[in-house]
């Protein structure tokens, strides 16, 4: 089973979102998704909930694909402005301030 990949993405992440101010907010909801993903992965992994594994194994799923959500949500959100008006560069644009 190689679900912890797809588990272990949105936590690796949160490590980065976590130094940056800016992201603070999304990368304490993507922690919590990512907890909340992998929680579910490893109830329906050991089979505890024996009937309810196709609901818990979609819940997880859908929880780490939220996560992602969230992270281009805010990538949709941020200002963007060409890069000749100064400030950190990022291939043609910039972060606006």
């Known amino acids: 089973m190689r ?3 797809w588990a272990a993405a949105p936590l690796v992440l949160w490590l980065r979102f976590r130094a940056d101010p800016e992201w603070a907010v999304a990368g304490r909801l993507v922690l919590v998704l990512a907890l909340a993903s992998a929680v579910a992965m490893a109830v329906f992994a050991s089979r505890a909930a024996q009937p309810w594994n196709g609901a818990l194994q979609r819940a997880a799923v859908t929880l780490a694909l939220a996560a992602e959500a969230v992270v281009a949500v805010r990538m949709l959100t941020l200002r963007m402005v060409p890069a000749w008006r ?9 972060l606006g301030t």
């Open 86 to 94: 100064g400030g950190n560069t990022i291939g043609p644009w910039t």
């Open 3 to 5: 679900w912890h990949r």
